[in-house]
């Protein structure tokens, strides 16, 4: 059974920082697009950032782009964001997800077959 477990959410400042990370287990995804999305009371889930199978291919929501990274170990199985000069408009669950087929970086949720439970982030004014 494919699980994704997002960590690191958590109640911070604006101006600060927080890192996330996604653990999937029950298959490797070394070969394949992952991502995150978030949704913030009252609004859809949108696009914040995605990277290919490799690491060398990274794509950001414009609205935090020059703030987020995301980052990728595949010797884990892993996937992070950072997140820095953190803003109250950033408040929202954030979800890790995974492509199954796609190994090209993906910024439609549609491309994704696997999510997680998501990780509550609030950033305070």
């Known amino acids: 059974q494919v699980q994704l477990v997002e960590s690191g959410g958590g109640l911070v400042q604006a101006g600060g920082s927080l890192r996330l990370s996604c653990a999937a287990s029950?298959?490797?995804?070394?070969?394949?697009?992952m991502g995150w999305f978030r949704q913030a009371p009252g609004k859809e889930r949108e696009f914040v950032a995605a990277?290919?199978?490799?690491?060398?291919?990274?794509v950001y929501a414009d609205s935090v782009k020059g703030r987020f990274t995301i980052s990728r170990d595949n010797t884990k199985n892993t996937v992070t964001l950072q997140m820095n000069s953190l803003k109250p408009e950033d408040t929202a669950i954030y979800y890790c997800?995974?492509?199954?087929?796609?190994?090209?970086?993906?910024?439609?949720?549609?491309?994704?077959?696997?999510w997680g439970q998501g990780t509550q982030v609030t950033v305070s004014s």
């Open positions: 990277i290919n199978w490799n690491g060398g291919t990274t």
């Open positions: 029950g298959r490797t995804f070394s070969s394949n697009a």
């Open positions: 997800a995974a492509s199954r087929i796609y190994r090209d970086v993906v910024k439609e949720a549609r491309g994704y077959d696997y």
